[in-house]
Nanobody
Framework: QVQVTESGGGLVQAGGSLTLSCTAS????????MGWFRQAPGKEREFVAA????????YYTNAVKGRFTISRDSAQNTVSLQMNSLTPADTATYYC????????????????WGQGTQVTVSS
């Protein structure tokens, strides 16, 4: 079993930045791709970004391209999401996810979910 834990959410003004972090612990002997999703009130959970197990490939939803950057430290089983130029539309609960491949993450075929961390962007 793998536990996925997020941190780093909070309240920020529009135009500001936040960095989310996620750590995978437990039986992490298998190599996992990792990613981020978000869910705003009254909306479905949506894909935000994903990164391959070795950090060599990353993917973003169009709404965050050029503003968000996903990165990882595979040795530490951590993944980060640097979020810049935040807008109120980015307000959501952000979830970290782990799965076998980035394709599975983008298809929302997730092995392990985190509990989520709240990001609120004020106008």
């Amino acid at each position: 079993q793998v536990q996925v834990t997020e941190s780093g959410g909070g309240l920020v003004q529009a135009g500001g930045s936040l960095t989310l972090s996620c750590t995978a612990s437990g039986r992490t002997g298998r190599r996992y791709a990792m990613g981020w999703f978000r869910q705003a009130p009254g909306k479905e959970r949506e894909f935000v970004a994903a990164i391959s197990w070795n950090g060599g490939n990353s993917y973003y939803t169009n709404a965050v391209k050029g503003r968000f950057t996903i990165s990882r430290d595979s040795a530490q089983n951590t993944v980060s999401l640097q979020m810049n130029s935040l807008t109120p539309a980015d307000t959501a609960t952000y979830y970290c996810a782990a799965s076998g491949t980035t394709a599975q993450i983008r298809a929302v075929e997730i092995d392990f979910w985190g509990q989520g961390t709240q990001v609120t962007v004020s106008s």
